[in-house]
């Protein structure tokens, strides 16, 4: 498949100049190993905690940096793709999934965090909202979550 995966930046001089190619390759993936056999678009913008904060604060009312935000564009079914009711770009057909919003200095303090780096960690936040825009969500602590966790083990290869 030939999926756009549109990477911009809101803030400048974040570093990490690698992060555009590290998010490509994570959501298709993602995307393959979601068996998402249509084209796809995904636009990613990467920020700050300040900028994070902002949109946490507008679209869900919780007042505090994040990781990673997920605004997916359809109503999906996890695990069970299906292109038919989705948004499509009037131009080339793809299926609109959504966007999401990264925050680089998150994203490292994570990837010291937990001892995997920042490569690592921004790959695992772009499969984790790539799994948010197909319908997984992880509300509580029950079996939606645990079959959220266990796509995004499959998919880093922790299995």
């Known amino acids: ?3 756009e995966i549109y990477v911009s ?20 993936r993602a995307l393959d190993a979601e068996e998402v056999n ?3 678009i995904i636009s990613v913008m990467l920020t ?13 009312g919780i007042d505090r940096e994040t990781d990673v935000l997920s605004f997916p564009l359809n109503e999906l079914t996890p695990g069970a793709f299906d292109p ?19 925050s680089l200095p ?23 909202s790539v799994l948010h825009l197909l319908g997984y969500d992880h509300v509580d602590e029950g079996p939606m979550k645990a079959q959220m966790r266990a796509r995004e083990k499959a998919i880093m290869g922790d299995e």
Do not use: P, W
């Open 1 to 3: 498949m030939e999926h």
């Open 9 to 28: 930046r809101e803030v400048k001089n974040l570093g990490h100049n690698n992060a555009a190619r590290l998010i490509k390759q994570a959501a298709k």
């Open 38 to 40: 249509v084209n796809c």
């Open 48 to 60: 700050d905690d300040a900028g994070i904060r902002q949109i946490n604060r507008e679209f869900r």
């Open 84 to 102: 038919e009711g989705c948004e499509r770009d009037l131009d080339s057909g793809a299926v609109l999934l959504g966007d999401m919003m990264i």
């Open 106 to 128: 998150r994203c490292e303090e994570q990837g010291t965090e937990f001892g995997h780096g920042f490569d690592r960690e921004i790959q695992y936040l772009t499969v984790h």
